[in-house]
C-alpha cells in the first residue's frame, strides 16, 4: 500500500522560444519577347512590349514578443540581532492584520485570526518578523493545548517558511528553541518538528559547501531531527522521523542507514508513543525494510494493540512479506476474524474488536495480499 505521507510530486517546466523568418521576395522582369518571322500570309504580330510588373514592397518581419523582465529576488530582510531575541515592538508600528493575528484587536475571533494569517505577505519587515516570533515563542498558559491557537501558530509559521527571499533571519534559531524548551505545549513541539526538513531545504537547497555560510545552524538543524527521533515516548520522534527519511532522498550524508536502524527500534519498542510506532512501521514499509517483519507479524497478530498499529503493521506485511506470509494475513479475512493472537482487549484504542474495526483488518489483509500476490508475479 503506497504510503501517502511519502508521496512526492516534481514539477518541471520548459521553457518554448519561438523564432519567425522574415521572407522577403522581389518580382524578376520578364524579357522583352522577340518578333517572331512568319511565312508569307497574315502580317507579323507586333514586337511584344516587355513590361515590369510593379515590385512589391518587402513584408516587414513579424515583430517578436517582448521578453518580459525577470523581476529581481527581493532582499531578505536584514540580519537584525533583534529577530533572535524577539520582543513585541509597540502596536502602532504593526500592521491590522499583525495585531489580529497576536490577539491585540479586541473582540476578535479565531476565525478572523486565521483569515489574517492566510494574508500574511512575502516580504515581511523587521518589525513584522519580530512581533510574529514572539508570537510564536510565547507560552500562553491560557491556550495551552488549544487545537485552534495551535493551528494559528502553525500557519503563520507556513508563512514565515514562504517569504520571497527565502527563510528569514532568525526563523532557523527560533525552531531550535521552541522544539529545545520542554514546557512549550508538545503539540506545537510536534508542529514545528515537522517544519525542520522543509525549513533546512529552503535554507540549503543544493550540496553541502566547505566553507559554508550557516554551517553552525546547519548542525544544529541536523542534531536536533537525530534527537527528536531518539525520543521514542515523546509525539515528536514520528514527525522528525518522516522529516529526515524526506531529506535522506535529497541529501546523501543524512545517512539512510541510520534512518532504517531508527525506524526499526521505534516500531519494535513497545514503549513507543502509538503515533510514533505506526509512522516507524509505515516507513519500513516504504523503504523495503525486510528487517521490520517480525516486528509488523508480531504487532498484527496481537489484538491487544490500537487497531491504527494493527492497520499499519498489516500494511507493512504486504509491503515486504512473501507467499510464506499469507496464512498470516488469510486469518483476518475470514467472517468475524480477529487474526491470530489473543483475545481483543477492552481497553485497547481504536476497538479492533467491533463490527467496523473487524471489516478494517479484513480489508487491510486484503490489500496486503493482493500486494504479495502482484510481487509474485512480477
Given amino acids: 500500500m503506497a504510503v501517502a505521507l511519502f508521496t512526492v510530486a516534481i514539477a518541471a517546466t520548459v521553457m518554448l522560444c519561438c523564432r519567425f523568418l522574415a521572407r522577403q521576395g522581389t518580382a524578376s522582369p520578364e524579357p522583352a519577347a522577340t518578333a517572331r518571322v512568319v511565312r508569307p500570309g497574315p502580317p507579323p504580330a507586333p514586337a511584344a512590349t516587355a513590361v515590369t510588373p510593379?515590385?512589391?514592397?518587402?513584408?516587414?518581419?513579424?515583430?517578436?514578443p517582448r521578453r518580459r523582465p525577470t523581476a529581481p529576488r527581493p532582499a531578505p530582510a536584514p540580519k537584525c540581532d533583534a529577530l533572535l531575541h524577539p520582543a513585541l515592538p509597540p502596536a502602532e508600528s504593526l500592521s491590522d492584520d499583525i495585531r489580529l493575528i497576536l490577539g491585540l484587536t479586541q473582540g476578535?475571533?479565531?476565525?478572523?485570526?486565521?483569515?489574517?494569517?492566510?494574508?500574511?505577505?512575502?516580504?515581511?519587515?523587521?518589525?513584522?518578523?519580530?512581533?510574529?516570533?514572539?508570537?510564536?515563542?510565547?507560552?500562553?498558559?491560557?491556550?495551552?493545548?488549544?487545537?485552534?491557537?495551535?493551528?494559528l501558530r502553525n500557519d503563520v509559521l507556513a508563512a514565515l517558511l514562504k517569504q520571497a527571499a527565502g527563510p528569514p533571519y532568525g526563523l532557523g534559531e527560533l525552531m531550535l528553541a521552541i522544539y529545545r524548551d520542554s514546557d512549550q505545549d508538545p503539540v506545537w513541539r510536534g508542529y514545528v518538528v515537522q517544519y525542520f526538513a522543509p525549513f533546512y531545504e529552503a535554507q540549503w537547497p543544493g550540496a553541502r559547501q566547505d566553507p559554508e555560510p550557516g554551517a553552525e545552524l546547519r548542525a544544529a538543524m541536523e542534531a536536533a531531527c537525530w534527537d527528536a527521533v531518539?525520543?521514542?515516548?515523546?509525539?515528536?520522534?514520528?514527525?522528525?522521523?518522516?522529516?529526515?527519511?524526506?531529506?535522506?532522498?535529497?541529501?546523501?550524508?543524512?545517512?539512510?542507514?541510520?534512518?532504517?536502524?531508527?525506524?526499526?527500534?521505534?516500531?519494535?519498542?513497545?514503549?513507543?508513543?502509538?503515533?510514533?510506532?505506526?509512522?516507524?512501521?509505515?516507513?519500513?514499509?516504504?523503504?523495503?525494510?525486510?528487517a521490520a517483519l517480525p516486528a509488523a507479524v508480531a504487532v498484527a497478530q496481537d489484538s491487544g494493540?490500537?487497531?491504527?498499529?494493527?492497520?499499519?503493521?498489516?500494511?507493512?506485511?504486504?509491503?515486504?512479506?512473501?507467499?510464506?506470509?499469507?496464512?498470516?494475513?488469510?486469518?483476518?479475512?475470514?467472517?468475524?476474524?480477529?487474526?491470530?493472537?489473543?483475545?481483543?482487549?477492552?481497553?485497547?484504542?481504536?476497538?479492533?474488536?467491533?463490527?467496523?474495526?473487524?471489516e478494517l483488518l479484513r480489508n487491510a489483509a486484503g490489500a496486503a495480499l493482493r500486494r504479495i500476490e502482484e510481487r509474485a508475479h512480477e
Wanted: glycine residues 10%.
Fill in 54 to 64: 510593379a515590385t512589391s514592397p518587402p513584408r516587414a518581419a513579424p515583430a517578436r
Fill in 230 to 290: 531518539d525520543s521514542p515516548r515523546s509525539c515528536v520522534a514520528g514527525a522528525a522521523l518522516i522529516g529526515v527519511e524526506r531529506l535522506s532522498r535529497r541529501y546523501p550524508d543524512m545517512q539512510r542507514d541510520r534512518i532504517g536502524t531508527a525506524a526499526l527500534s521505534l516500531a519494535a519498542n513497545p514503549d513507543t508513543s502509538i503515533q510514533t510506532r505506526v509512522t516507524a512501521i509505515q516507513i519500513c514499509g516504504a523503504t523495503g525494510n525486510v
Fill in 305 to 358: 494493540v490500537s487497531l491504527p498499529l494493527r492497520l499499519a503493521a498489516i500494511a507493512a506485511i504486504g509491503a515486504l512479506g512473501a507467499q510464506e506470509h499469507r496464512s498470516i494475513l488469510t486469518a483476518f479475512t475470514a467472517p468475524d476474524a480477529e487474526g491470530q493472537g489473543t483475545p481483543a482487549a477492552p481497553s485497547a484504542a481504536g476497538r479492533a474488536g467491533t463490527d467496523n474495526g473487524r
Fill in 108 to 151: 476578535a475571533g479565531y476565525d478572523e485570526r486565521i483569515r489574517a494569517a492566510h494574508r500574511l505577505g512575502k516580504e515581511l519587515g523587521v518589525d513584522e518578523l519580530q512581533a510574529l516570533y514572539w508570537f510564536l515563542l510565547r507560552k500562553d498558559a491560557g491556550a495551552a493545548g488549544s487545537l485552534e491557537h495551535n493551528a
